[in-house]
């Protein structure tokens, strides 16, 4: 039996390639078949015809509106799996996340969703801001949340449009520079502990600390120790309970940690970094991943699954502590994570092995420094090679 994964991609390279040659270095699975790697082209396509896809990753409908049509029309027709449901895309903006997690009680902080500063470009604009807007007042909104505030775009992404906001001069700058742009006034978490980014690929959640500050190469630092246990745990549930409410299975999620207490901020990105060159020590753990949840879900036949069953988590009660652990019930549900784990235990026990040998050879060599040619000028290609490296045999050592 020969299976086949498309993979819908963007401007991407490195992870793609990395994909690809893990999944042809596994070989076939005992008792499951041989899985084959294809790049989808975006082309005219007829509702009826079956598509030749077990699953999809895709990477690219989140702003590609043909190929978003087509992944609604093979998962609703033809049942293809898809790691990110593409009916939840609108949610992605931010702002029903938001509603969402403020509603099963998550401690995101105050935010407030403020009209355009500038109109949008439509005919009938000006008639119903006239009879409908109210006018408000801004500096009353940011005194009540309180300063510092952050003003960020409500479908925002890669830091776009973020601003820090400390008083109203900078309030005022801000508003004026958002133009066309929808955005939310969200309230700092001060003197936070940690900043966490938690990628969540399938069952699995590796939980890295993160630094915003700092140029992409430098962000993600390698630290095991930088939160409690019981913050860890925390947000690997927060992670799991987002991505199970709105069917995500490949998502990012950005938390605060201050004290005993976990404020997600960020936690809808239908295009999260797996940049080899932003990764780097946690890039082989992300590809491994990736391949475990898509042989996983194509071998044993897992189903999409189109209706989100919101109810099931908005019927939740008891205290904070008593709602996150049966949040984490249902989102281990979904996921079936005893069921994967099993699964990997008994049919990818040697995925580790391959993956070790891969990133300890050459063909891995090329591939980084494929990358960094690729990513940074000249002049810095032999520093980021070898900064690039250094983390890499530090992640072959750690595994070995």
């Known amino acids: 039996m020969r299976h086949r994964i498309g993979l819908l991609l963007g401007t991407e390279e490195d992870w793609p390639s990395a994909f690809e040659t ?7 699975i005992k008792g499951m078949g041989e899985f084959d790697v294809e790049r989808v082209t975006i082309e005219p396509f007829d509702l009826r015809a079956r598509p030749r896809h077990s699953l999809v990753i895709d990477r690219l409908a989140y702003w590609y509106y043909h190929p978003r049509e087509w992944l609604k029309k093979i998962s609703m027709m033809d049942d293809v799996y898809l790691l990110n449901s593409p009916f939840t895309f609108q949610s992605m903006e931010k702002h029903a996340a938001y509603c969402a997690m403020m509603r099963l009680g998550l401690k995101v902080p105050e935010t407030v969703l403020v009209p355009y500063k500038n109109p949008p470009d439509n ?15 801004l500096d009353e909104v940011a005194e009540r949340i ?9 479908d925002g992404g890669a830091w776009r449009g973020v601003s820090l906001v400390r008083d109203r001069d900078e ?4 508003y004026d520079a958002s133009g066309e742009m929808l955005m939310h006034l969200q309230q ?9 980014r938690s990628l969540s690929i399938g069952a699995e959640t590796m939980v890295m600390r993160f630094r915003p500050e700092e140029p992409m190469h430098a962000r993600y630092t390698v630290d095991h120790g930088f939160l409690s246990p019981a913050a860890g745990e925390e947000v690997v549930t927060i992670g799991k309970l987002v991505n199970a409410f709105f069917r995500w299975e490949f998502n ?3 938390t605060l940690v201050k004290g005993p207490d976990v404020h997600p901020i960020d936690y809808a990105n239908a295009c999260p970094d797996v940049a080899l060159t932003s990764l780097h020590y946690y890039f082989p753990w992300a590809i491994k991943t990736l391949v475990k949840w898509c042989v996983f879900c194509v071998a044993t036949r897992r189903r999409p699954r189109i209706d989100l069953e919101t109810h099931d988590y908005f019927a939740v009660t008891g205290t904070y502590e008593e709602r996150l652990a049966e949040y984490r019930r249902l989102a281990d549900r979904y996921f079936e994570t005893e ?3 099993e699964f990997c235990d008994t049919h990818l026990g040697h995925i580790d092995e391959v993956v070790l040998e891969w990133v300890a050879g050459p063909e891995f060599d090329r591939l980084l420094v494929d990358t960094v040619t690729a990513t940074y000028p000249a002049h810095e290609h032999d ?10 045999r530090l992640w072959v050592k750690d595994q070995g």
């Open 22 to 28: 893990v999944l042809r270095r596994l070989g076939p």
């Open 123 to 137: 005919a009938r604009y000006a008639y119903t801001a006239a009879r409908y807007n109210r006018p408000f007042d």
């Open 146 to 154: 309180g300063y510092p505030l952050f003003m960020k775009p409500y």
């Open 171 to 174: 309030l005022h700058r801000a």
């Open 188 to 196: 700092a978490v001060q003197g936070y502990d940690a900043f966490a």
């Open 252 to 254: 990012s999620c950005e």
């Open 339 to 341: 069921r994967y784990q």
């Open 383 to 392: 520093r980021f090679v070898e900064h690039f490296s250094g983390l890499l």
